[in-house]
């Protein structure tokens, strides 16, 4: 006897396949003319706008009135210099590439984190996908159980610009949300099956489906369209990420040691970066950190702490809780620990633990954020968007660490030689992983459509 479509999905299993149904997606379309050396990227997303004078491009020659107080500092390469803020990092800087010489002209937050998680400038006539989705599609995910495009957490302000584009739904970020990652309850939710439905009740569910004359998993002439084949894909990858033990693991930190997290750092971007680590090595194509600390009893009045300084950026503590300055309430000031405090000995950690446990060989690092800040603070000593020059740095996969490329002049404000934009940076990416951006992709209507028309790979780095 066959069963109603509507009765089965009465059963409540396609619940439990929440996770999967929303996330994962169907084989990949095409394959790449060409492989690269990554495998795999890992993008950090410190969204705000970091300050690059106070951090990778000291400059200890600006006026005083308007100097970093941070001390540029040396670091395990000879010649180059970070500022004391990221005192950890520079014992890895043999490992990264440092570009200073980025510039764009997207002052917009949301605009401007759009145009690095998609690789071209936003608001085009065509709605791009991000990297992640993209590449998803391209050449699809060596981890079946686990979807292929995962943002950590993935509920900060901008991460609402994340885009599929021209793509299908399909290819849409799975993003793990939770406010804390140190929390001991922290989880993933819909990872697993409904409460009442055990491995052998969910597979003898799955099999009625496959009964069911709906040319779906096999069933009926409907099955041989191309659109069915798809979705009996989709379905397929959905029960077997459900139906796996490694998908839960995956995203398990109580499965690391005390001691390496406390490495990574107690709080949630020191968590969020090791979660980060531990979903490349499970195999997940790309991983992008959004993280922002929470606002705790350890950090009253951060109650949005990203990296938009236009207050007190030197503020030994919270830049303030009203707005009644340039806009920058809600912060704490960049040396604390909320701000790069974690996120030095977060970024110290990840590069060490990836390079001991060999994933930096095949995969990509990217430490970005959507702009600089102004060289000159402003009346209320905080610095304001600035698009003009700042700073990003690249690991892994190639990528020939110890290295500075491109200049800024004395005071950080204008790229002096060697100006890139997001576009290179995500034709750097995709050229990494073996796509080739010769060619075109396809929108569902069939239209070609370049992934980066206006980028050109940054060929220094490697």
């Known amino acids: 006897m066959r069963m109603p479509r509507r009765s089965f999905l009465g059963l409540g299993v396609l619940g439990g396949v929440h996770f999967a149904a929303r996330q994962l997606v169907a084989a990949p379309q095409s394959t790449p003319a060409a492989a690269g050396r990554a495998r795999q990227v890992l993008i950090v997303l410190e969204q705000g706008g970091v300050s690059h004078v106070d951090t990778w491009d000291p400059k200890p020659e600006t006026a005083a009135e308007h100097r970093s107080p941070y001390k540029p ?118 990872l697993g099956l409904l409460d009442g439905i055990n491995a052998d009740r969910f597979r003898d569910r799955r099999d009625l489906l496959s009964n069911l004359d709906v040319g779906l998993i096999g069933g009926g002439p409907a099955a041989q369209t191309g659109p069915t084949r798809a979705m009996d894909n989709f379905f397929e990858r959905a029960f077997h990420m459900l139906d796996s033990p490694r998908t839960k693991q995956a995203f398990d930190l109580t499965r690391e040691t005390a001691a390496l997290r406390d490495e990574y750092g107690p709080g949630h971007r020191g968590q969020c970066y090791l979660l980060g680590r531990r979903l490349i090595e499970a195999g997940i194509r790309t991983v992008v950190l959004d993280v922002r600390e929470p606002q705790t009893q350890l950090s009253p009045g951060g109650f949005n702490m990203n990296w938009d300084h236009h207050d007190l950026i030197y503020a030994s503590g919270s830049c303030g809780t009203i707005r009644d300055k340039a806009g920058g309430e809600g912060r704490y000031g960049i040396g604390t620990w909320q701000m790069m405090g974690s996120t030095d000995r977060a970024c110290a950690a990840l590069l060490g633990d990836m390079h001991e446990r060999g994933l930096l060989a ?25 698009p003009n020059a700042f700073s990003i740095a690249f690991a892994g996969a190639g990528v020939r660490g110890g290295q500075v490329i491109g200049k800024t002049d004395r005071d950080g404000g204008y790229v002096l030689d060697q100006a890139y934009t997001p576009d290179d940076y995500a034709a750097t990416v995709y050229s990494s992983l073996g796509v080739d951006l010769s060619q075109p992709v396809y929108t569902r209507e069939n239209r070609p459509v370049f992934l980066v028309p206006d980028g050109r790979p940054i060929a220094r780095l490697f």
């Open 73 to 190: 500092i040396d670091t395990s390469v000879p010649g180059i210099q970070f500022t004391e803020l990221l005192t950890n990092t520079a014992r890895h800087a043999d490992k990264l590439a440092i570009v200073r010489s980025m510039t764009h002209a997207v002052s917009d937050h949301g605009d401007g984190t759009a145009y690095f998680l998609q690789g071209v400038k936003p608001r085009g006539p065509i709605a791009m996908p991000d990297i992640g989705a993209a590449l998803s599609h391209v050449i699809g995910s060596p981890a079946r159980d686990l979807p292929p495009y995962v943002m950590i957490p993935g509920n900060g302000e901008q991460s609402s610009v994340t885009s599929f584009g021209f793509l299908s739904p399909g290819y849409k970020v799975f993003k793990t949300g939770g406010g804390d990652l140190s929390e001991p309850s922290w989880r993933v939710n819909d």
């Open 362 to 386: 095949e995969t990509l690092v990217c430490f970005v954020t959507e702009f600089g800040r102004t060289p000159r603070l402003n009346q209320f000593q905080g610095r304001d968007h600035w």
